[in-house]
């Protein structure tokens, strides 16, 4: 069986979730006969801006068709997020080269919607895994400019041309706060025209696009939800990510040594909540306790917001900026965490970072809200607590400090927990689709 994997980018320049979950698809499919191959941006910037670039790489045995295009300069920008033309005529060509059987996309940012209307022009059965909210959402995250959740999508595309234009200069943000929304009003009655438009073609062509998959999964029944009214019931299915739980379960932790160790594992970004989980540890009562938080992470993806993230720690040698690690060694690093916090202030889908803590036997405190509530049973195998509020955190993880107890019991719940699953289990689900489709 052959099986293209098309995904926005790919290791090892990037590693976030999405990257790491299909790279650890494609490694499993190889391993077990399927004739697999990787398609992905690897720049947006470099190039020209009417013509992919595309080059036949190999990484950890797998082979990996990186593209690039200058989207920065090409001459309809904004309509190329979502529907590029370079794009979909390098995946026209390419398809009736590779001939796959079956063609598995990966989330639809950068990638846009082009590649799937030519799948479905080439005859290739097709998988849609969504990954966040790209197909609903310009920002993906239904995170406004503003910092706060979108919780119902506007029906006027002029609010979310609006969204748009204040995220492209903050100081739109800040007249819009000074003058109590009414900017942002007046912008989107009489200034957004052309981007209202855009905004209207985007949602029309991208809700055309999600009609052509033969299946649609979601690793969530939070975000399976938000396209219950969009994607047909017999189409939509949620498929639990899975793990090598025996490679987890191999490593012994440390003994311990009475310190409780509070960790952050992921991208460095502000959506992510990292700032909260600094202000949340430095309000701690620690009294006499060795408490310490480790913060690992890429530093120079977004180095404004780590400066801001150093500033707020103010030197305090409790905090560690440990940097990224090779993934290969998660295991060993959840380990040696007490707890795993994951402060996120959108909703997040299927963290990958929680069913890797849960499946290394570390319980893990996370924002009450999306997928994270979804995977942790609070009291249980975590804590939850007030999505944005540092207040809140702060007193789940004072908790954990004042109460060894609570922390031991927490430690055996994450170990019993049923969130993660075997991949072999998911797998057995994505070929039993796989060939359902063929």
Same mark, same amino acid.
């Given at each position: ?32 006969? +399927? ?63 590779? !001939? ?21 022009? #080439? ?36 609010? +979310?041309?609006? +969204? *748009? ?46 009609? $052509?998959?033969?299946?649609? @999964? ?18 939509? *299915? ?8 025996? *490679? ?44 310490? $938080? ?17 500033? $707020? ?14 993934? #290969? ?76 107890? $609570? ?27 796989? !060939?359902?489709? @063929?």
């Amino acid at each position: 069986m052959k099986i293209v994997l098309p995904v926005h980018h790919f290791p090892p320049r990037y590693t976030a979730g999405g990257e790491q979950y299909v790279h650890r698809l494609a490694r499993w499919l190889q391993e077990h006969d +399927c004739d697999v191959e990787v398609v992905c941006l690897e720049s947006i910037e470099t190039g020209k801006p009417d013509r992919v670039e595309a080059w036949l790489d190999h990484y950890d045995g797998l082979r990996v068709w990186r593209l690039s295009y200058d989207l920065m300069r090409a001459p309809q920008r904004k309509r190329w997020t979502f529907d590029s033309e370079p794009l979909r005529a390098w995946f026209a060509g390419y398809l009736r080269d590779a !001939r796959p059987d079956v063609i598995h996309f990966h989330a639809g940012y950068l990638l846009g919607v082009g590649p799937l209307f030519e799948a479905a022009s #080439a005859g290739v059965p097709s998988v849609l895994t969504l990954h966040d909210y790209w197909f609903l959402c310009p920002r993906h995250t239904l995170l406004r400019s503003e910092g706060t959740l979108c919780e119902e999508i506007p029906e006027d595309p002029a609010g +979310c041309a609006w +969204c *748009r234009y204040a995220e492209e200069r903050r100081y739109r943000v800040t007249m819009n706060r000074l003058s109590l929304g009414l900017f942002g009003k007046v912008m989107q009655a009489i200034g957004l025209e052309n981007d209202s438009a855009l905004i209207s073609e985007r949602r029309a062509r991208l809700a055309e696009a999600i009609r $052509l998959p033969r299946m649609v @999964i979601s690793p969530s029944r939070f975000l399976a939800r938000y396209f219950e009214g969009i994607v047909d019931p017999e189409r939509l *299915r949620v498929v639990r990510f899975g793990f090598d739980l025996a *490679r987890f379960r191999a490593i012994p932790a440390p003994p311990s040594d009475g310190a409780v160790r509070i960790g952050y594992i992921g991208q460095i970004a502000h959506h992510k909540g990292v700032h909260l989980l600094i202000r949340a540890f430095r309000s701690l009562n620690l009294g006499a306790r060795q408490v310490e $938080l480790h913060i690992y992470g890429s530093l120079k993806s977004n180095p404004a917001y780590v400066a801001q993230l150093k500033s $707020l720690a103010s030197g305090d040698a409790r905090v560690h900026f440990e940097g990224p690690f090779e993934n #290969a060694r998660v295991a060993e690093v959840m380990k040696r965490l007490s707890a795993l916090v994951v402060p996120s202030i959108w909703f997040e889908n299927s963290p990958l970072v929680i069913l890797e803590s849960l499946s290394a036997g570390t319980p893990v405190i996370t924002a009450n809200i999306g997928g994270m509530a979804e995977l942790v049973q609070d009291g249980v195998d975590g804590l939850h607590f007030a999505a944005g509020s540092a207040s809140h955190l702060a007193r789940q993880l004072q908790r954990l400090v004042d109460d060894p107890d $609570l922390l031991a019991r927490l430690r055996q719940g994450a170990a019993a927990s049923p969130a993660p699953r075997s991949i072999d289990d998911e797998m057995t689900d994505l070929m039993s689709i796989y !060939r359902e489709l @063929i």
